[in-house]
């Protein structure tokens, strides 16, 4: 499982610009409005929100963005809608890219993607063309940092709570469950007293394609363009690229 490269990706969200940053906590707000609007504005009762409410503290997304979103979402007024809708595609060198949106227009963002994939080396692809590629994980960090805790020990915690798979390095310790138990992993684990970094559902590829020497910019390029759409949520490839 790439599980580095996923923990570089989330702990360099910290350090970004503001511009981009706002981006980040727009989308954010938009994911929270959506959770409410579908299972209510109180976290303890609606995994979904208690999800993307974990996700905008992990992004240090100040409170108040957030109050704002439940506020919004649980208000009487019809407001914004948003489809979630997944794009499937190709990089260079035959990479997968899985891109999951929330979008109130899919026109517009059916061509938006399309233009991106188009205009930066990579190929959009037919519904199901990539997806097999992934599985659906749930996806825990817990910093080292002032952790008194070993290896073996994080292992049989891990274990015990219903993981199925812990990477480690200096920084972090990373955890994978399977997706249908994802929310007792996290509450067995919050439970023992472990302070979560990040905890979310994630699309993990099933195998891993190299990345060339000469066609990296251009898939970066790729993945920079996709993530900066405003109806782009997640984007997820099978190839390991520096953050």
Known sequence: MSGHNKWSKIKNTKGVEDAKRAKIFQKLSREIYMAVKKGGPDPDANPALRMVMDKAKAANMPKSNSQRAIDKGSSSAGGEDYNE????????????????????????????????????????????????????????????EGLDVDEDTMFEDVIEAGAEDLKTSEEVFEIYTEASDFGTVRDALEEKGYKLATSELTMVPKTMIPLPEDKKKTFMTLIDKLEDDDDVQNVYYNTEIEE
């Open 85 to 144: 809708v997944t794009y499937e595609g190709y990089g260079p060198n035959g990479i997968a890219v899985f891109v999951e949106t929330l979008t109130d227009n899919t026109n517009r963002t059916l061509s938006n993607v399309r233009t991106i994939f188009n205009k930066n080396g990579g190929s959009l692809g037919e519904s199901g063309s990539v997806a097999y590629m992934f599985e659906r994980k749930g996806y825990l960090a817990i910093e080292r």
